[in-house]
């Protein structure tokens, strides 16, 4: 997806974070190549959970909460066993395929997809702590005395 302003600014910075722990130089096409398809190979973990939601809620204002909160705890949940998650929009960017190959049906809409398996603490990528705003930038407490 293509972002603008500090949306950008924050995914740019990310992937840099990434690649310079990854040791992948700006100009190494072909090692930033590898990357996205492993992305897209839901970085090789032995499982990939699609999250979908039922096209006749398309366009709802709770549809994209619902799933998030699905995808939480997931994620959650996978933690407190001791496996690892990424949520991620790589894994699904080619929906078609993941459609056919997972066999969900045309009335499903396809929100999102994990990587779910045994993480890989030594792995240079799982090392980034990507930039996130504060929960004061980005939440509106109401009714609450500081």
């Known amino acids: ?50 999250v979908t939601y039922d096209r006749v809620l398309d366009g709802s204002d709770d549809t994209p909460f619902d799933c998030g909160a699905v995808a939480t705890a997931l994620v959650n949940a996978a933690w407190s066993r001791g496996l690892g998650a990424v949520i991620n929009s790589q894994g699904i960017m080619q929906s078609p395929v993941v459609r056919e190959h997972a066999g969900i049906a045309d009335d499903q809409i396809i929100m999102k997809s994990i990587a779910l398996g045994w993480p890989d603490e030594t792995f240079p990528a799982n090392a980034v702590v990507s930039e996130r705003k504060s929960v004061e930038e980005a939440t509106v407490f109401v009714g609450f005395d500081n």
Request: with cysteine; hydrophobic share 45%.
């Open 1 to 50: 997806q293509a972002f603008s302003g500090a949306h950008r600014d924050r995914q740019v910075g990310v992937a840099k974070q990434l690649f310079s722990a990854m040791g992948i130089a700006r100009d190494d096409k072909d090692m930033r190549q590898d990357w996205v398809l492993r992305g897209f190979r839901q970085f090789d973990a032995p499982v990939c959970i699609i």
